[in-house]
């Protein structure tokens, strides 16, 4: 990353970087009930993990540049990801048939962004910021499928891509102790129609002390490439028919300070989002008279929810934070019923992957016993219950399906970095899940144990930091 001020009012930056990773993904650890478990689960994994062949690469490289004058902030950008997925899978033994499959999956994403946007200020009270932005977005894909037994090696390949064009408008304008902020935003996909969405929001200074807001924003979130392009095989397909996810948000709070030495703020908020993506058998009839899984617009959801959080300066050189978060999330889901007739049911549950209760505590000791530079970061975090649902069907002749709800556990995450920073590196020492907590935040299959996470792990690093001091800058530069 390279930083450099021309003056005051004009600056640039430059970042680039690539990353390759290369790592085994063994899915999760099986049933303790071996009869259980799938046939690719007692062919290909252990006790412990479900696949010893599956293993992904990934790599990506991005390039950001930025220029600002003034008012004025331009920004372009270029990123790519090129995911690739290698797995096996075995069935068909209990038919006399077995099968071997090798799966080779290769995803390039690329996202190149322009954005443009002026701050221009007609009094001191009131600052207007109006713009534009064009983003192209492609996505390519690969798959193949070889079967062993046979010798049959079936190569699927599709391309899509998006231009979306887009310009904003939103003004910032100061009453009094009264901060009012309105915008609106117009997306224009050429593949989809446009749409707008306002935001808008109060911020009420009643004193020094207390800072009452409120908020409201609307949203607009585009179907993906692969959910309106994916290509059509006997089982799914994409469908260039959906209507993007539309939101809204509200959130109203107050923030106090307290003899100059603490910060509370309490926060609460509701999430509301229309025409959610899912898929389900609501596609064409297949090969053997069956209809295709396809995304469609068929659920909803609402969250309402309570934030806490505050900040207590015991000295300055000691710190502690902390936040709680209770949240009601539900969502309006159409279920399978039948797994002939493809019936489907409207059914209101608690939201997946959303725990009623979270919770972070922190503590920040800086200049520990008088050394300059010598820090102690300490933060553990609190995950209450959460939630996946899976169809379980009715063993043949029957048809009727039912939903099984799967639970991941609550868990304590402790972690801790002790650093010692110098003129222009840092030597520091840190210790995630210092308690060794066992949990999972990965379901896998319904009878699955779970995806274990990592336990404890140490690290102990430098980091260094190139470049002049910022006192060799010329006056308004940023120090790279």
């Given at each position: 990353?390279?930083?450099?001020?021309?003056?005051?009012?004009t600056?640039?930056?430059?970042?680039?970087?690539?990353?390759?990773?290369?790592?085994?993904?063994?899915?999760?650890?099986?049933?303790?009930d071996?009869?259980q478990r799938?046939?690719?689960?007692?062919?290909?994994?252990?006790?412990?993990?479900?696949?010893?062949?599956?293993?992904?690469?990934?790599?990506?490289?991005?390039?950001?540049?930025?220029f600002?004058?003034?008012?004025?902030?331009?920004?372009?950008s270029?990123?790519f990801?090129?995911d690739?997925?290698?797995r096996?899978a075995?069935?068909?033994?209990?038919?006399?048939?077995?099968?071997?499959?090798?799966?080779?999956?290769?995803?390039?994403t690329?996202?190149?962004d322009f954005?443009?946007?002026?701050?221009?200020?007609?009094?001191?009270?009131?600052?207007?910021?109006?713009?534009f932005?064009?983003?192209?977005?492609?996505?390519?894909?690969?798959?193949?499928d070889?079967?062993a037994?046979?010798?049959?090696?079936?190569?699927?390949?599709?391309?899509?891509?998006?231009t979306?064009?887009?310009?904003?408008?939103?003004?910032?304008?100061?009453?009094?102790?009264?901060i009012?902020?309105?915008?609106?935003?117009?997306?224009?996909?050429?593949?989809?129609?446009?749409?707008?969405?306002?935001?808008?929001?109060v911020n009420?200074?009643?004193?020094?002390?207390?800072?009452?807001?409120?908020?409201?924003?609307?949203?607009?979130?585009?179907?993906?490439?692969?959910?309106?392009?994916?290509p059509?095989?006997?089982?799914?397909?994409?469908?260039?028919?959906l209507?993007?996810?539309?939101?809204?948000?509200?959130?109203?709070?107050?923030?106090?300070?307290?003899?100059?030495?603490?910060?509370?703020?309490?926060?609460?908020?509701?999430?509301?989002?229309?025409?959610?993506?899912?898929?389900?058998?609501t596609?064409?009839v297949?090969?053997?008279?069956?209809?295709r899984?396809?995304?469609?617009?068929?659920?909803s959801?609402?969250?309402?929810?309570?934030?806490?959080?505050g900040?207590?300066?015991?000295?300055?050189?000691?710190?502690?934070?902390?936040?709680?978060?209770h949240?009601?999330?539900?969502?309006?889901?159409?279920?399978?019923v039948?797994?002939?007739?493809?019936?489907?049911?409207?059914?209101?549950?608690?939201?997946?992957?959303?725990?009623?209760?979270?919770?972070?505590?922190?503590?920040?000791?800086?200049?520990?016993?008088?050394?300059?530079?010598?820090e102690?970061?300490?933060?553990?975090?609190?995950?209450?219950?959460?939630?996946?649902?899976?169809?379980?069907?009715?063993?043949?002749?029957?048809?009727?399906?039912?939903?099984?709800?799967k639970?991941l556990?609550?868990?304590?995450?402790?972690?801790?970095?002790?650093?010692?920073?110098?003129?222009?590196?840092?030597?520091f020492l840190?210790i995630?899940?210092?308690?060794?907590?066992?949990?999972s935040?990965q379901?896998?299959?319904?009878?699955?144990?779970?995806y274990?996470?990592?336990?404890?792990?140490?690290?102990?690093?430098?980091?260094?930091?190139?470049?002049?001091?910022a006192?060799?800058?010329?006056?308004?530069a940023?120090?790279p």
């Amino acid at each position: 990353k390279l930083k450099y001020g021309f003056s005051e009012e004009t600056r640039a930056s430059l970042s680039v970087g690539r990353t390759e990773t290369r790592s085994c993904t063994p899915g999760p650890k099986p049933s303790e009930d071996p009869a259980q478990r799938t046939e690719s689960q007692t062919r290909l994994g252990t006790d412990e993990v479900s696949s010893l062949y599956d293993y992904g690469r990934s790599e990506q490289s991005y390039c950001h540049f930025v220029f600002e004058h003034e008012g004025l902030k331009i920004q372009a950008s270029r990123t790519f990801w090129n995911d690739d997925s290698n797995r096996m899978a075995f069935w068909g033994a209990a038919w006399g048939v077995p099968e071997t499959h090798s799966y080779e999956d290769d995803y390039k994403t690329e996202m190149i962004d322009f954005d443009a946007q002026y701050v221009w200020e007609p009094a001191d009270c009131d600052a207007l910021t109006f713009g534009f932005s064009t983003r192209n977005d492609g996505f390519d894909s690969v798959a193949r499928d070889y079967t062993a037994e046979f010798g049959t090696d079936v190569i699927t390949a599709w391309r899509a891509d998006r231009t979306t064009c887009a310009g904003f408008i939103q003004n910032e304008l100061e009453i009094g102790p009264v901060i009012v902020i309105a915008g609106w935003r117009w997306d224009e996909p050429d593949d989809l129609p446009g749409k707008g969405s306002f935001r808008g929001g109060v911020n009420w200074h009643v004193c020094d002390d207390t800072t009452i807001r409120a908020n409201y924003a609307e949203s607009f979130t585009a179907p993906s490439l692969s959910d309106l392009y994916w290509p059509q095989d006997p089982f799914s397909e994409g469908n260039r028919g959906l209507e993007p996810e539309s939101g809204e948000q509200y959130d109203f709070g107050v923030e106090q300070t307290v003899c100059d030495v603490a910060k509370l703020r309490v926060t609460a908020f509701r999430h509301k989002v229309d025409k959610a993506i899912i898929w389900a058998p609501t596609g064409s009839v297949g090969p053997w008279g069956n209809a295709r899984w396809r995304p469609d617009n068929l659920n909803s959801m609402r969250i309402d929810g309570l934030e806490f959080e505050g900040v207590y300066e015991i000295t300055d050189d000691l710190t502690l934070t902390g936040s709680y978060t209770h949240l009601d999330a539900e969502q309006t889901r159409m279920e399978l019923v039948d797994s002939v007739t493809n019936a489907m049911v409207e059914r209101k549950k608690w939201m997946p992957y959303s725990p009623r209760h979270k919770m972070n505590l922190g503590a920040h000791w800086r200049n520990i016993a008088g050394m300059d530079g010598l820090e102690l970061k300490a933060d553990a975090e609190f995950v209450s219950d959460v939630h996946q649902y899976f169809n379980v069907y009715e063993p043949w002749p029957g048809t009727a399906v039912t939903q099984q709800r799967k639970t991941l556990q609550e868990h304590w995450l402790v972690n801790l970095r002790l650093s010692k920073s110098f003129d222009n590196f840092e030597v520091f020492l840190s210790i995630d899940n210092l308690l060794n907590e066992q949990y999972s935040q990965q379901y896998g299959l319904l009878q699955d144990e779970g995806y274990p996470m990592p336990g404890t792990s140490v690290m102990l690093g430098v980091e260094v930091e190139l470049g002049k001091s910022a006192a060799a800058q010329p006056e308004g530069a940023e120090a790279p």
